[in-house]
């Protein structure tokens, strides 16, 4: 009778705690689910961006690739030197044209905070990319010429509330009282080395030379020298970081207009080209006299794709 009761007592505790570790296994489960289903993408945030002093410039703030569940709502946070740029105004992007909350706080002394909500029906599908907002940013008069602009405490949310968080692209804002700027190139694209002259339109006071790079690669410049009037100034890459794409000069100069500027530039990886021998450009006109490329093939129409700020 003992050994019976004993064995009963023993049953009694083994599915109590089988219970109670289903029970356990069960809520993990469920945390694990939600985890999973919340939305999230495969990139959140800004592109490189420049404006003239005293002016306005609009700035998308884009999402790719989402996933896991619909948005219908977005949260974020954008820092940047109120010194340089400040915003004014936020509107909805070409993925939230629909949607019908908006707003924004720029009382902080960090930036601003962007929220917006849209209705069921129009809520951000998989596999969506494009802009959520675009932030109108004015250009501040006597500005430092740069500021970094980083995103923080993003919140995705999806029909049941769940909220999740993306991988942040952040960006540099460029003030600039002029600007030379070449503009995207088109493909093919090789690495090389890029000579030739730049004649600017206005006086051009340069700090950084930005390169474009072909999407998904790491495209810059190695090295750059610019040789002219009163100007013989070089400078070198220092590697893959949060702007590879910029070379900055330890002295910046300015470039007279309508003097000539010879220009020697070495690429690396996939930088994106102008396939013009002469192009007039924002702030005056570019030739390549010689691009020599990686397989030292030589060419005449191989402008470098690239912004001088």
Not at 64 to 88: E, H, M, Q, R, W
Not at 235 to 255: H, R, T
Request: some cysteine; glycine content about 10%; aromatic content about 10%.
């Amino acid at each position: 009778m003992k050994k019976t009761e004993s064995r009963k007592r023993r049953g009694l505790i083994g599915l109590r705690l089988g219970l109670a570790i289903f029970v356990l296994l069960t809520v993990f489960a469920l945390f694990e689910l939600t985890a999973l289903a919340a939305p999230t993408a495969d990139k959140f945030g800004v592109d490189d961006a420049n404006g003239l002093i005293g002016t306005y410039v609009t700035v998308p703030v884009n999402i790719t690739n989402t996933s896991n569940s619909p948005i219908l709502g977005i949260v974020f946070n954008i820092a940047y030197d109120k010194t340089v740029i400040n915003v004014t105004g936020v509107s909805r992007g070409t993925l939230t044209s629909n949607w019908g909350n908006l707003g924004f706080n720029n009382d902080f002394v960090w930036g601003t905070r962007v929220s917006l909500t849209g209705p069921a029906a129009y809520a951000i599908q998989n596999g969506s990319s494009g802009s959520v907002v675009l932030l109108n940013f004015r250009v501040i008069d006597s500005a430092p010429y740069k500021t970094d602009m980083n995103l923080s405490d993003i919140q995705l949310s999806d029909p049941s509330g769940n909220e999740g968080p993306a991988p942040v692209k952040n960006g540099t804002f460029y003030a600039t009282g002029t600007l030379f700027d070449t503009g995207p190139g088109t493909y093919p694209s090789i690495s090389g080395t890029h000579i030739g002259t730049i004649t600017p339109n206005c006086d051009i006071t340069v700090h950084t030379l930005y390169t474009y790079s072909c999407e998904g690669t790491g495209g810059h410049t190695e090295y750059v020298w610019i040789q002219g009037p009163n100007v013989n100034e070089s400078a070198s890459w220092d590697g893959y970081n949060d702007e590879y794409q910029n070379i900055e000069f330890e002295n910046p100069f300015k470039l007279i207009e309508g003097k000539k500027y010879n220009y020697t530039i070495k690429t690396g990886s996939y930088p994106q080209i102008v396939h013009e021998h002469s192009k007039n450009v924002t702030g005056g006109e570019i030739t390549c006299t010689q691009f020599t490329d990686a397989n030292g093939a030589i060419y005449d129409d191989c402008i470098p794709a690239i912004m001088f700020v």
